[in-house]
């Protein structure tokens, strides 16, 4: 393709995403009760778009481009359906390849980095908002940077986070110790964050609350916030006679099972009243692990101490026993948040180790070794 035609490609893809996907102002994490909304284009992914962006278009049956975007543009207006989904993306890798060849012949239009940075493919976005890095950011770009914030993809916010101390409110570049899970790199970077559902918090979802992918990692655990007064929220999980404690009460309450987990006496006695009730040595074992690894659980870590986290509390919402003394397993730390002028929330679950995957079918195992192929190919890296 010559370089005319392919800029030509670019325009035409650019124009048709930028009227499909802009016109909305991006969420701003000072106005946590109207934050997180979704462009009508841009539903979350079913689960065979969930971890990849678009690189993984292998499929024989993938439409030339030019049929994509008659095909986008005759049936997709205003539709939200998978297929529209795959079409948009189809549309923006293309538009990334195109613009990857522009940049190097120097032919770039500034008007293709903006729509790029305001897509939904993190090979795009990252690559347009890189651009602007490179550049400079422009005050017509601020608000780019701003949805980018929060985007699911780390590629992407890695990036966004860069050019957030070029962005004229402070509280971008303050926010930015909260990111804990900027994997830019590679397929890794192209690993999208998930809003956990009540199944997945292992706890109700509280109303009027916004999810925030930035400040959401294994470690942190998920964050939340709400315009709701810390009390109400607090009033709200302790249904049900949920423990309600403060960082020094749930240090105490730790260390009581870790110095019972410590008490050769102690061990002894409940290895005989174990014994005698029936239980072999393994479960009396298994509990004493528990224990341990219960106890061991920093539940406040990253939370107190912390810039513009205020006067946390922390709701007990489930337990197990270790040593027969019940144990924390799911926590939720409700705090005034400063930065982010709401209430803010974080859920943590005591970790578990992963279950390996079941190969025990011929079927589970070809699907195995295919993700294992496609995380593997040169096409599943972001440049």
Request: proline fraction near 8%; charge should be negative; include cysteine.
């Amino acid at each position: 393709m010559s370089a005319h035609s392919r800029s030509l490609c670019a325009v035409s893809v650019a124009a048709l995403l930028a009227t499909a996907c802009g016109g909305e102002d991006p969420p701003d994490p000072s106005a946590p009760d109207s934050a997180g909304a979704e462009s009508a284009l841009s539903p979350a992914p079913d689960d065979s778009f969930e971890v990849i962006g678009t690189t993984l278009f292998f499929d024989d049956d993938v439409l030339p481009t030019a049929d994509a975007l008659k095909k986008y543009e005759a049936e997709c207006s205003g539709k939200p359906t998978p297929e529209c989904k795959r079409l948009q993306w189809q549309l923006e890798f293309a538009l990334y390849v195109d613009m990857r060849e522009l940049a190097r012949r120097d032919a770039l239009d500034e008007e293709l980095v903006r729509v790029g940075a305001a897509a939904d493919s993190p090979q795009l976005k990252a690559f347009s908002l890189d651009r602007m890095l490179g550049r400079g950011l422009r005050p017509e770009e601020h608000a780019l940077v701003v949805a980018a914030f929060d985007d699911p993809y780390p590629s992407v916010r890695a990036v966004a986070q860069l050019l957030a101390r070029q962005l004229p409110d402070e509280k971008w570049a303050r926010m930015l110790p909260r990111d804990s899970n900027l994997r830019r790199d590679g397929v890794s970077g192209l690993i999208a964050g998930v809003t956990p559902d009540e199944k997945r918090l292992g706890a109700p979802v509280y109303p009027r609350s916004t999810h925030w992918h930035f400040a959401s990692s294994p470690e942190r655990g998920e964050f939340f916030t709400t315009p709701d007064d810390p009390d109400d929220v607090v009033a709200f999980y302790a249904k049900g006679d949920h423990e309600v404690l403060s960082a020094a009460q749930l240090a105490s309450k730790l260390e009581e099972v870790a110095s019972s987990a410590q008490n050769p006496l102690l061990i002894a006695q409940k290895m005989q009243e174990a014994i005698a009730a029936g239980q072999s040595p393994e479960e009396v074992m298994s509990a004493l692990t528990t224990g341990a690894m219960g106890a061991n659980i920093d539940w406040t870590r990253g939370i107190e101490g912390a810039e513009g986290m205020r006067d946390p509390r922390y709701v007990v919402l489930a337990e197990e026993q270790g040593l027969g003394q019940p144990l924390p397993a799911r926590v939720v730390a409700i705090f005034e948040d400063e930065l982010m002028g709401a209430t803010g929330l974080i859920f943590r679950n005591k970790p578990r180790v992963p279950t390996p995957p079941d190969l025990s079918t011929p079927e589970a195992m070809e699907a195995y070794l295919r993700v294992q192929q496609i995380l593997a190919s040169p096409e599943a890296q972001v440049h």
